[in-house]
């Protein structure tokens, strides 16, 4: 049973207010997701759990426990960092079993272990080298290995993909969820990746300015964003959100006319992803511009429509072919999501289903 | 290649360009070179010529006599270089580790960042600051007997040492000019450790935080590994000033009491313009100059196989 509680944490620089008062619970075997923009406190909230950083109040528990004033080494944790935070002068095999090594674990044991980590992030073939002969995938893999060896309790991880090309990035994620599967150990991920967000997460903290503005599984988050923040920061590409107004049962905005189920109101903000818009023949459509540009990325192409000041994103099929310039119409597909936010507040208003 | 965005050469100017180019940057080195020339190569291979003769500098104006290795045979025998010898490399090893330590030491004291950061590493200046030959004399002022204040000073902690001639004993006189030596060069050292620290990836000691390193360890196990290289180069420059060390024998103990703290450099200096055999000071000037490339080169070496291991 490892469960970690924050239970009312705070953490301030001096004056700045870098983490406000919150509480978050990740269960037993979690894989939780801590995703936000750079500076949102995502890291330092981590940093927190690892007690690398001193909390100004509240109280952390691992397992039931008050791990407040316990140095990092007394938490039962283990960490891989964006920078891999490799030993550079110890070979492959020194810096797996390091952990075990200061831990007392004698000799053989070591040995029988560090084998066995090695083969499953499959770099039983490199252990006689140094980091710096490494490519960062490799580094990495030595980095998990390093925080597996010795089955912490918990395992934080910060940025640890983004040091990575684009194509290991997908692999090595694929890696990373697997292992998790396998270990089952409660995991706390840090990223600004929505993608790695999405697809590793049991669930997913999405934090902005210290706070944590929504919290649940990427599934209804995807779908149900609670505020604009959320809304535009999942979803690749992210969601079209424009200013307008409802009337009479109808969204309005310059060249859009949707129909919501919502009472009639001022500062309105809709939200209609990408890939739920389809192009459609003639001007009776509800979204009505000009066509911007064409983006084409392999399985579809980017409807990018302009009307007015307001620019929308459709995807649609990949053989799509019009003259820049030439009248676009766009309409939700049915059964499309239609998002309403209030444009003051940020916040979610419901009754939003088309 | 690319070609020239537009036509260069003979049509707009005559010559090439690029031998016009690079005679003009030739031209603009020749000064600097007729100094080096003029300061540092001439004497080098003057002093290296004498080196191989017999000049007495009260009866002759020029060398004279070729003499062959003459003087290097008479160096191995004679026992004033001998001495020399001895009281340099005393000198060197004890001020090389005393000042590597405590510079270690420090920058791992100073590296955080805290209110006295600005403060600490200007005091910590100061005495780099300081003329070598003004050191040696005022510590020669602060450990007289007499009046100096921190002859009075350990005196007044420790009454049992209160009047102990502190430099007219060989073994405190050579410890005394090891302390001034250290004090000398501490804070530069300090501030290269301090740069070398500075680059070391906080990752691997956080790293090692998690992964259950005792603080003693992070340092031992962790830091210093990494600090491998910038400690090489620290201790190759503090080998050489130190082996080059002069103005504060001159200022402070005068090579002596009797000749406890006669170092090479200040030997040879007695040597040359004391008793005015030029000839045998040019042979003990090459000698030591051996000796520093002796050293460099496998400081050279050790800083080689450890990039290579670090970079490979």
Redesign the interface.
């Known amino acids: 049973m490892a469960e970690v509680r924050l239970v009312d944490i705070e953490k301030r620089y001096g004056n700045f207010l870098a983490v406000p008062q919150q509480s978050l619970t990740i269960e037993d075997g979690e894989f939780l997701v801590l995703l936000g923009p750079s500076g949102c406190g995502k890291t330092t909230t981590m940093r927190m759990i690892?007690?690398?950083e001193e909390i100004t109040s509240g109280d952390i528990q691992i397992a039931g426990e008050r791990i407040n004033d316990k140095?990092?080494?007394d938490r039962d944790?283990?960490?891989v960092?964006?920078?891999?935070?490799?030993?550079?002068?110890m070979t492959v095999r020194q810096n797996i079993e390091?952990?075990l090594k200061?831990?007392g674990v004698d000799k053989a044991a070591r040995t029988k272990r560090v084998q066995e980590m090695a083969d499953k992030v499959e770099l039983g073939a490199l252990l006689d080298r140094?980091p710096?002969?490494l490519s960062g995938g490799q580094r990495q893999r030595v980095a998990l290995a390093?925080a597996i060896v010795r089955t912490p309790k918990i395992f934080l991880m910060d940025e640890p993909l983004s040091n990575l090309d684009a194509k290991l990035r997908v692999t090595m994620r694929a890696e990373l969820k697997h292992l998790h599967h396998e270990l089952g150990v409660t995991t706390v991920y840090v990223t600004h990746d929505q993608m790695e967000a999405m697809t590793l997460a049991s669930r997913v903290a999405v934090m902005r300015e210290g706070r944590i503005v929504q919290l649940d599984t990427p599934k209804k988050i995807y779908a149900e964003p609670a505020n604009l923040f959320v809304a535009g920061f999942i979803g690749s590409p992210s969601m079209n959100l424009v200013d307008g107004a409802v009337r009479n049962g109808m969204f309005r905005a310059e060249g859009i006319e949707v129909p919501v189920s919502l009472a009639d109101r001022e500062g309105v903000v809709i939200g209609i992803r990408p890939e739920e818009l389809e192009i459609a023949g003639d001007a009776s459509a509800s979204i009505n511009g000009k066509l911007y540009a064409l983006e084409l990325t392999g399985d579809s192409t980017l409807v990018t429509l302009r009307s007015g000041q307001t620019m929308l994103c459709a995807r649609g099929p990949a053989d799509f072919e019009a003259p820049i310039d030439a009248p676009c119409h766009l309409t939700p597909k049915p059964g499309a999501r239609i998002h309403l936010f209030d444009r003051a507040s940020g916040q979610r208003l419901d009754g939003t289903r088309h | 290649m690319r070609p020239a965005p537009f036509p260069i050469g003979n049509k707009f100017c005559p010559g090439d360009p690029d031998v016009k180019e690079k005679t003009l940057s030739y031209a603009l080195l020749i000064p600097a070179f007729i100094i080096v020339l003029a300061t540092t190569l001439y004497p080098l291979g003057y002093s290296f010529v004498t080196s191989f003769r017999e000049w007495d500098l009260t009866k002759q104006r020029r060398p004279s006599g070729f003499v062959g290795v003459e003087n290097y045979v008479h160096a191995a025998s004679e026992s004033g270089f001998q001495n020399s010898l001895w009281v340099t490399t005393i000198f060197v090893v004890t001020s090389v580790i005393l000042t590597l330590v405590l510079a270690m030491s420090l920058a791992l004291l100073l590296r955080r960042k805290g209110r006295m950061h600005t403060f600490t590493r200007i005091i910590l200046i100061l005495p780099f600051a300081m003329s070598p030959a003004l050191i040696g004399v005022s510590y020669r002022f602060m450990f007289n007997p007499e009046f100096g204040v921190l002859a009075k000073g350990i005196g007044a902690v420790f009454p049992a040492l209160e009047g102990t001639p502190w430099l007219a004993s060989p073994d405190l006189a050579m410890a005394i000019l090891v302390i001034t030596d250290v004090w000398h060069w501490t804070p530069y050292m300090t501030f290269m450790c301090l740069g070398g620290l500075a680059s070391i990836p906080r990752e691997t000691e956080e790293a090692a935080r998690i992964d259950g390193a005792s603080n003693l360890r992070i340092i031992f196990g962790i830091v210093l590994p990494q600090m491998k290289g910038v400690l090489l180069v620290t201790a190759v420059l503090k080998t050489i000033f130190a082996l080059k060390m002069f103005d504060q024998v001159v200022t402070l103990t005068g090579g002596g009491p009797g000749t406890s703290t006669e170092t090479m450099a200040f030997f040879i200096f007695n040597v040359g313009f004391k008793w005015f055999d030029m000839g045998y000071a040019s042979a003990l000037a090459w000698i030591l100059t051996a000796i520093m490339m002796l050293i460099s080169a496998w400081y050279v070496r050790m800083l080689l196989s450890e990039r290579k291991m670090a970079k490979a």
């Open positions: 690892a007690g690398l140095p990092p080494k944790i283990a960490m960092f964006q920078n891999y935070g490799l030993y550079p002068h390091y952990p200061l831990r140094r710096s002969e390093r």
